[in-house]
């Protein structure tokens, strides 16, 4: 089982920055991806990032070279944090973020869990 933690969400000008953290516990080893979502009023759920255990990283073409996604390692290996890194934010960022985490269970199967989600609100 793998347990997720959000935090960072806010309030911020055009053109600001924010970073989310997300934590996730549990049996960390299992994990082979996490990414953010985002969820707008009357909009469907999209992804934004994505980093693989082995460091590859995607993103949604909106948020290209504005959002950075990474991952690190407690020293303890007991825990593993993912972050978005978002700098010149625009209006159109405004939404829930959730983070995700694709991990494997018992043998060749996967399971998916998300976190609970931050509000992220662009606004002057």
């Known amino acids: 089982q793998v347990q997720l933690v959000e935090s960072g969400g806010g309030l911020v000008q055009p053109g600001g920055s924010l970073r989310l953290s997300c934590a996730a516990s549990?049996?960390?080893?299992?994990?082979?991806?996490m990414g953010w979502y985002r969820q707008a009023p009357g909009k469907q759920r999209e992804l934004v990032a994505v980093i693989t255990s082995g460091g590859i990283s995607n993103y949604a073409d909106s948020v290209k070279g504005r959002f950075t996604i990474s991952r690190d390692f407690s020293r303890d290996n007991a825990k593993t944090t993912s972050y978005l890194q978002m700098n010149s934010l625009k209006p159109e960022d405004t939404a829930v973020y959730y983070c995700?985490?694709?991990?494997?269970?018992?043998?060749?199967?996967?399971?998916?869990?998300w976190g609970q989600g931050t509000q992220v609100t662009v606004s002057s």
């Open positions: 995700n985490a694709g991990y494997y269970t018992t043998g060749s199967s996967t399971a998916n869990v």
């Open positions: 549990g049996n960390i080893f299992s994990i082979y991806t």
